[in-house]
């Protein structure tokens, strides 16, 4: 009996897993067949084509219960634009797009949107249901009363969908270990030597322990004392309190280590990024070269000066770049300070207050996408003597530097574009750089690219 509710929970998991990376991208694929056969009565080549390219652009998904139906609306719908218009571009660039029937395209493009948010809503009460939660749900207790234990406690009780009943916390008495937040603590069941007889008298599923280090041999103990039981044990590391960078186990030769700060972009990941940085870049390139002529000489007539402005920046993993911009000031500082632009500043030339305003200054940087030197999205870089003063002064300042700086970013789009006139506003801008690293996707640079697209003429922060 015990064997098989492990295995209708594991099965679970799995189903709850699987549901997050495929529902988005399954479902456009689906409608998209279904659609093709309705009206075409045949799933031609070009369709199955279209469908591989879907794929590649929406899986992973991400797709998670939202707080209210407002936000499932904005997350579906402008998720869901992004990647038509992504399609679009390059169908119209490229005339495949005449190759499918103006009906299919049209329908499934205002279907789709509502498919998603339906199913969505569908499998949310699902997994939300006192069946799905009946049926996977387990018991647990956590080893260990501190700020670590409390906040794995509260994320648990904060995903239902988890189904994990915590029936409280045991603790270990050493002179070594304040047990101030034992009298605290109100689910506290007793010291870790009941444990053992608790699980087993209470069939306890999951056994989390969240002790600190400088307790190694009490830990041992516990594990040992723990062998007598059919409860999967879990250890959470005390340094997870910590805000960690794309966190990850992996080995060398069998033995376990663990990625405390580790770029997003490794394996196939760093593949899908390196690649659509390629081809964007390149397309985007050919497209606006009849824009950088034109501004190219609007720069040279506008002022004296060079067109191009370049700047040492910090790049990936904190080597120096040289990054290209179009010259919007009468200046072209690259030394030990540099003081960053004001608004009413007085070294902006005329035409180079709107190629800023607009951030059409900022184009000459798809060449150092092409050169692997930047990506499209990603933290942007700083001058070599402002990110000098910064590290000294925000923690965490260069893990920033574990990716490839880009033409617009996370923080850019959430109103941290412009000048930084305070450490306290780069904090801000840092914190959302940070953010991107752990949330990365595929879809969350559509996302940032959509944004920027949108915040080009309207963004009061532009000067």
Avoid at 325 to 351: L, P, Y
Avoid at 399 to 428: C, L, Y
Wanted: glycine residues 6%; contains cysteine; charged residues 20%.
């Amino acid at each position: 009996m015990r064997f098989q509710q492990q295995l209708s929970f594991n099965k679970a998991l799995s189903f709850h897993a699987l549901i997050k990376i495929l529902i988005d991208p399954v479902l456009m694929i689906s409608s998209l067949f279904f659609l093709a056969i309705y009206f075409e009565d045949k799933l031609t080549s070009q369709y199955v084509v279209l469908s591989i390219m879907l794929f590649a652009l929406s899986f992973p998904g991400s797709w998670h219960k939202s707080r209210s139906l407002f936000e499932e609306l904005s997350n579906t719908v402008g998720q869901w634009l992004v990647i038509v218009g992504i399609l679009l571009f390059f169908g119209y660039a490229t005339d495949y797009l005449n190759q499918f029937a103006q009906k299919v395209v049209v329908v499934w493009v205002v279907v789709t949107p509502l498919v998603l948010i339906f199913s969505h809503l569908l499998v949310a009460k699902y997994l939300g249901s006192k069946h799905y939660i009946a049926s996977v749900k387990r018991t647990a207790v956590m080893i260990g009363v501190n700020e670590l234990s409390h906040q794995l406690h509260d994320r648990i009780n904060s995903s239902p969908e988890l189904a994990i009943d915590i029936k409280g916390f045991f603790d270990v008495v050493s002179e070594n270990y304040s047990s101030q937040q034992q009298l605290n603590c109100r689910q506290l069941i007793g010291s870790v030597t009941q444990l053992p007889s608790y699980v087993k008298l209470n069939k306890i599923d999951l056994i989390y322990i969240a002790l600190p280090p400088s307790l190694h041999e009490e830990i041992l103990t516990v594990l040992d004392d723990l062998k007598d039981t059919t409860a999967s044990i879990y250890f959470v590391p005390n340094f997870f309190i910590a805000d960690l960078i794309q966190a990850r186990i992996d080995d060398i030769d069998g033995m376990p280590v663990v990625a405390v700060c580790e770029t997003p972009f490794s394996g196939f990941n760093g593949f899908v990024k390196g690649l659509s940085d390629l081809v964007l870049a390149t397309i985007i390139l050919c497209l606006i070269s009849p824009i950088l002529i034109i501004l190219g000489l609007g720069v040279k007539l506008s002022s004296p000066g060079p067109v191009l402005f370049k700047q040492r920046r910090y790049g990936l993993d904190g080597h120096e770049i040289v990054v290209y911009k179009f010259r919007s000031m009468t200046v072209t500082e690259d030394g030990d300070k540099v003081m960053q632009a004001k608004v009413n500043d007085k070294r902006v030339t005329r035409f180079g207050k709107f190629i800023r305003k607009t951030s059409l200054d900022e184009l000459p940087q798809f060449i150092n996408v092409l050169q692997g030197r930047m990506s499209i999205v990603g933290p942007r870089p700083h001058a070599v003597s402002h990110n000098e003063m910064y590290r000294k002064v925000i923690k965490g300042y260069m893990v920033r530097h574990k990716v490839k700086p880009g033409i617009t970013g996370w923080a850019q789009v959430n109103g941290f574009r412009g000048e930084t006139e305070t450490v306290d506003s780069m904090k801000s801008r840092i914190e959302y750089d940070l953010d991107y690293l752990k949330k990365w996707s595929l879809s969350l640079d559509l996302k940032i690219i959509l944004k920027t697209i949108l915040l080009v003429f309207k963004d009061s922060k532009a000067y």
